[in-house]
């Protein structure tokens, strides 16, 4: 039976594909203001679901057609799900104000192609990653990552150049791959429990070989999708070559969604499958990405790919936290502390992150190029992006009192807690890797420019306060530790090691 309230989950996924439609029949010059609108409709409904999610204390769920699970479909709502649900808006709200400038059509302008694919890409994107956050079986979940990789596929050549065309294939092979490896897997648990629902699933599947062998594929296949090395290849690529705004939805974004889904799996479907030495060697690969990641963004010569290669370093701190999840899991200390580490380091980096790529296509406007080595007069320039970049840097290395701070403080908590202090030396020397870069990029923007220069074109301030909001987002997100209650902890499945 459908719970109170469970139609805001219906709204938030078909808000942003209705304004795609409507956006094809309004034309380039009408959609920035639809997506405007569409923005904040569905921000609103992001807090109404966070709303309802703590008046009730209980997750919302809407059963389509009336038809219970496992025969039906069902979309869910729990904490995690609304804290995604909530922290996407927010950057889809800023990363739309900020892209006005690149893909707006201004008064007695022409109706350019690239701008109305911009913006009905960005309504596709949104609304497949409101169904990955929503969707109550591996299915439903499935169809969601292929809606999702469709729209950010066209994102990254948006340009048609020859390279960014070239970035774009070789992530859509990497995520069909992915997407084959997934499927295999759903295939495997309705073959052997008969149901695709998640609440479902978590009581029925047990340690045997075959979920075993449906564990090992979908995680592959995930781990493809969000760029976790080895597996990364395709990233930088991709993120660094596309227009700015692009960069900002599909580093802060995208990667995420496939990231959540394996979450989901690892903590309500595959508790008593997956084993601490399967998370042991998740968090390895991550540990690896972290310290790999950084020093090759420290050896870029350009901004866009240094940010790219961080992302690839901070993709890997997200896996920490399965091993932390696992090791508190069979100790009588509550794992909820790992898993809002883990939560808080995902949205810290989605808004930092889209600050900082957003940043950089300020500074590429503002100097014609992104060249490290030459941005003497940025400061200057550009005040609030470079404040703004240093904050979105302060949250990335885990500065008080930043959401990276928090999130890395609580994952240092969990790795002392379950014994695993290695994860805490990886922290560590990550966040002083993040710091070199960081700062070489202040130091170097602060720099005085040379007499009279002048800059090569100047920015609208609305995109310079997109920036800066974003990035206090992330700054700011420390305070969560005195908000009231835990959002997080509503709602998730009962797995079937608590049920026996």
Not at 29 to 45: D, F, P, Q, S, Y
Not at 269 to 288: K, M, S
Request: hydrophobic share 60%; proline share 5%.
């Amino acid at each position: 039976m459908s719970t109170p309230h469970s139609v805001l989950l219906v709204l938030l996924v078909l808000v942003p594909f209705a304004a795609v439609l409507v956006g094809l029949v309004l034309g380039g010059r009408n959609a920035e203001r639809l997506v405007l609108a569409t923005v904040a409709i569905g921000l609103l409904l992001a807090l109404a679901v966070a709303a309802a999610l703590m008046r009730s204390h209980e997750a919302l769920v809407y059963v389509l057609g009336g038809w219970q699970p496992p025969l039906g479909v069902a979309l869910r709502a729990d904490g995690l799900s609304a804290v995604m649900l909530v922290a996407v808006a927010v950057v889809m709200a800023g990363i739309a104000v900020y892209a006005r400038a690149s893909f707006g059509t201004k008064t007695g302008e022409g109706e350019r192609r690239s701008a109305l694919t911009f913006w009905l890409l960005l309504l596709s994107i949104w609304g497949a990653l409101n169904l990955v956050f929503v969707a109550g079986d591996v299915f439903t979940l499935y169809v969601a990552l292929e809606l999702l990789t469709f729209a950010a596929v066209p994102l990254v050549c948006l340009d048609g150049t020859g390279d960014t065309l070239r970035a774009a294939l070789r992530y859509l092979l990497f995520a069909l791959v992915g997407s084959m490896l997934y499927l295999l897997g759903a295939f495997l648990l309705y073959g052997g429990y008969g149901a695709l629902d998640i609440p479902v699933l978590a009581m029925r599947v047990k340690p045997e070989p075959i979920a075993w062998s449906a564990a090992a594929l979908m995680t592959a296949g995930l781990l493809a999708k969000t760029a976790l090395f080895p597996l990364h290849l395709w990233l930088p690529p991709a993120h660094a070559g596309a227009p700015a705004a692009a960069s900002a939805v599909l580093s802060a974004l995208v990667v995420k969604g496939s990231w959540f889904l394996l979450l989901r799996l690892w903590i309500d479907v595959f508790p008593d499958v997956v084993t601490l030495a399967a998370a042991q060697l998740l968090a390895a690969l991550g540990a690896t990405a972290i310290v790999l990641g950084n020093l090759t963004a420290l050896r870029q010569v350009r901004l866009k790919l240094l940010i790219a290669y961080s992302t690839v370093a901070q993709i890997g701190y997200l896996f920490l936290m399965f091993p932390l999840v696992a090791g508190l899991r069979s100790s009588p200390i509550d794992a909820s502390t790992a898993v809002t580490g883990g939560m808080l380091q995902t949205i810290s980096h989605a808004t930092a992150k889209a600050a900082m790529f957003m940043a950089a296509g300020l500074v590429y406007t503002t100097l014609g190029h992104d060249r490290l080595t030459e941005l003497r007069g940025v400061g200057r320039a550009l005040p609030m992006t470079t404040v703004a970049f240093a904050l979105a840097g302060a949250s990335l290395i885990g500065l008080p009192p930043s959401g990276g701070f928090l999130a890395k403080w609580l994952l240092l908590s969990a790795s002392f807690a379950s014994t695993q202090w290695w994860w805490a030396c990886v922290m560590l020397v990550g966040g002083l890797l993040t710091s070199v870069y960081v700062f070489t990029f202040v130091v170097r923007a602060l720099a005085p420019a040379e007499a009279g220069w002048t800059p090569k074109s100047r920015v609208p301030a609305y995109q310079q306060h997109a920036v800066l909001a974003l990035a206090l987002c992330s700054f700011v997100l420390g305070a969560a530790a005195w908000l009231p209650g835990d959002l997080m902890r509503i709602g998730a499945p009962t797995p079937a090691g608590a049920a026996r």
